[in-house]
């Protein structure tokens, strides 16, 4: 329901106004972020102003969201796509999906983003959905370090599907409102040294009280799109379509 | 002799002494010849007299001419005379040409008098033209006008120069206007085609609506069948454990509980099941009832070509180790019972609601489907919004919007199909969340002329 009102307004406006993004997102922590520069590459930028541009923006770009059972990967996506919180925990059945449709520096961008079960009999499934992705969100629990080592184990199932360094990794801490800001420190010092390990952007989000959701999936769109962008230039020929997604979910 | 005749011929005032002389010579000669004829007393009488005028004309002649000098004077009178002559001669000479001259004067005067005339005409006529220009003619003036017509020509020249420069333009706003025109054409013909498109794809959306009822009959039908079916082999279960019981023999005849228990299944386990395996699939009823819907019925097709896939199944449960390879392709849904505290997982039993059901790769079409269904469902909701967005404008403030869509596409050249095309059908084709079928070539196209 909600998200037919949602659809409505994006489409009086080609894009829902809280979607526009017309500064570049800045990162959590410098300590471990995939880019250090806080404004759109000079080629994009340029580019953008131009018509062609919105060939290459139309290009939906894949998230993957994977970490253990109960991290909040599902609550993490629903805050930001329906801007609601359910305290009850429902696992996954294999994967799940949402589309969110974005305005970057006034180009139309959408990413495709893939909510997949954590529960260990899942795997078989959701594993068939890691296939072009262009964006991997390994996901933990603030609250459970075991979650945090078990990172390391998703990147690298999720990564084996794709090709290596095509993707943008991101590491999320969830339910940062459960930890005192000293715990909370404790564990994203140790977060951080894994996500440098993993060349990986690390977060610290709180799906229930909304804390830094936004903002982390602005900068996911912003980096996607500026990658999506830089090789459309480069490649030269419009990119319409990623080959490898067409099959998957006849494969999947 | 002559002499005398000669005298006799003079003037007489010419005549000298000498000349009476001679002329009384020539009478005496006469009167000599007279008296030889008629004798002397003939003349007698008339000589004396004659001698007498002689003698009186001897005086006259003498007292006429006294002296020389009264003959140098005669001659200087007849010199003077004759100057005097001369004189007038040049006189009337000068007179006449006096006369000739004032002739000429005269004509020329008169042609001059004339030009007079006609200048005066003139001056009146430019003095009214100039009273008429209302400007006096001033010396000034007339110098300005000769620097007037300098500038003049300046100005000329400019002008001209302007003139061809504004051909020029004129003719490149020409060539101009021609390709706005060939732009505005192509255009239309862009937007017919997408009409006719759009008209295409609403045509094929009605068909596969009509389809998916039908197969959604079809299904129901099925799932009618599937139920008898089941029941069928509920039943079927239920004498062939009566029948091993019977085998087995008396000794474990004090157990009679577990044979109906397959039985049970059939129907209140389901609808057990929908609440708890199912629960946590979303509070999406339609979902919900889909996936059940799918999974019950998958349940028994796949086995279809042996009829006892089911029972295999359940067979399988009972004999647990024995069917290792097929674990494999039957790796079974749990469902809630993982989380269920209540939900141990033991043995696999017949009498949990919350056993596995499905296999693998039902699970992955119901994924599959479920993807696909949620894909269109979000283009449908795109493509109302659309529309309901459209009406709005509508009615806000462009009334005439259908009866000139041409001039509307030109001022918003984001048309709204193009717009869903672009946020809404192409990024899911991209995704391979809609089949790519040859209904969107049409589309892709179109994302090329953009």
């Known amino acids: 329901m909600q998200q037919m009102e949602n659809g409505k307004l994006q489409f009086s406006t080609p894009v829902s106004r809280d979607r526009v993004i017309s500064k570049f997102p800045k990162w959590y922590t410098p300590q471990a972020c995939l880019q250090m520069k806080d404004h759109w590459h000079g080629r994009v930028r340029s580019a953008c102003k131009d018509r062609a541009a919105w060939n290459a923006g139309m290009k939906m770009s894949k998230v993957v969201v994977v970490g253990d059972l109960y991290v909040g990967k599902t609550c993490l996506i629903n805050r930001f796509c329906k801007d609601m919180f359910d305290r009850d925990y429902k696992a996954t059945i294999g994967v799940d999906f949402e589309i969110e449709r974005f305005e970057l520096s006034g180009v139309p961008y959408t990413l495709q983003i893939w909510d997949t079960a954590g529960q260990e009999k899942f795997k078989c499934i959701a594993s068939t959905y890691y296939r072009g992705a262009q964006v991997i969100i390994t996901v933990f629990d603030l609250a459970d370090i075991r979650t945090l080592e078990h990172t390391r184990q998703w990147l690298e199932e999720a990564l084996r599907e794709n090709d290596p360094g095509s993707c943008f990794v991101f590491l999320i801490g969830t339910k940062r409102d459960l930890l005192s800001s000293a715990e909370c420190q404790r564990t994203e010092r140790d977060a951080i040294k894994i996500a440098a390990e993993m060349q990986a952007e690390f977060w610290s ?33 419009p990119l319409t379509s990623e080959p490898e997604t067409s099959s998957e979910l006849t494969a999947a | 002799m002559e002499d005398f005749g000669s005298a006799l011929e003079k003037n007489a005032a010419e005549l000298t002494v000498m000349d009476v002389y001679d002329i009384a010579a020539v009478v005496g000669q006469e009167f000599e010849r007279i008296i030889d004829q008629y004798g002397c007393e003939a003349l007698a009488r008339l000589m004396p007299k004659v001698v007498r005028v002689l003698e009186i004309v001897e005086v006259l002649v003498s007292r006429n001419n006294i002296s020389p000098e009264t003959e140098e004077l005669r001659l200087e009178l007849d010199r003077l005379r004759l100057e005097r002559m001369d004189r007038l001669e040049k006189e009337k000479k000068h007179q006449k040409e006096l006369e000739l001259v004032e002739d000429v004067w005269r004509g020329e005067a008169q042609d001059l008098l004339s030009q007079i005339a006609q200048l005066q005409a003139e001056n009146k006529n430019l003095l009214t033209n100039l009273s008429l220009n209302d400007c006096p003619v001033t010396e000034e003036e007339l110098q300005r006008q000769e620097g007037v017509s300098e500038r003049e020509r300046q100005v000329m020249k400019k002008l001209k120069e302007v003139v061809d420069k ?16 060939d732009d505005v054409e192509a255009l239309q013909q862009q937007q017919n085609r997408l009409m006719k498109i759009n008209h295409d794809l609403r045509h094929k959306m009605a068909v596969v609506e009509a389809q998916g009822k039908a197969l959604i009959q079809q299904k ?7 139920q008898a079916r089941e029941q069928e082999l509920g039943q079927l279960h239920q004498e062939v454990t009566r029948l091993r019981d019977r085998l087995r023999g008396e000794p474990a005849h004090n157990e009679e509980e577990p044979a109906p228990a397959p039985p049970q299944l059939s129907h209140a386990e ?51 180790g024995d069917e290792e390879e097929e674990e494999e392709e039957a790796v079974l849904l749990w469902g809630a019972c993982e989380e269920d505290p209540a939900g141990e997982r033991g043995a696999l039993d017949l009498k949990d609601p919350n056993r596995p059901r499905f296999t693998l790769q039902e699970l992955r079409d119901v994924l599959h489907e479920r993807n696909e269904l949620k894909a269109k469902v979000f283009m449908l909701q795109e493509e109302i919004a659309y529309y309901k967005s459209e009406e709005q404008e509508e009615e806000m403030g462009t009334p005439p919007s259908m009866p000139s869509p041409v001039p509307r596409s030109n001022i918003q050249p984001e048309s709204g199909i193009k717009r869903l095309i672009f946020t809404a059908i192409m990024p899911m084709v991209a995704a391979g969340l809609i089949a790519d079928d040859p209904t969107l070539q049409p589309i892709r196209r179109l994302v090329s002329f953009v």
Request: charged share 35%; aromatic share 8%; glycine share 8%.
């Open chain 2, 270 to 320: 389901t609808s057990d099941a929908q609440s708890s395996v199912w629960a946590e699939c979303g509070n999406d009823p339609e979902f919900l009832a889909e996936c059940f819907e799918v999974g019950e019925s998958l349940s028994l097709f796949p086995g279809l070509e042996d009829g006892e896939h089911a029972e295999k199944g359940e067979d399988y449960c009972d004999e647990d």
């Open chain 1, 205 to 237: 989000v709180s799906s229930k009280t909304g804390e830094n959701v936004r903002e982390f999936f602005f900068r996911v769109a912003a980096l996607a799109f500026e990658e999506s962008m830089l090789r459309a230039l480069e490649g030269g020929a």
């Open chain 2, 166 to 181: 504004q051909r020029d333009e004129i003719r490149a706003k020409d060539r101009e206007l021609t390709l706005r025109n």
């Open chain 2, 220 to 226: 129901v039908e099925l799932e009618a069948v599937a």
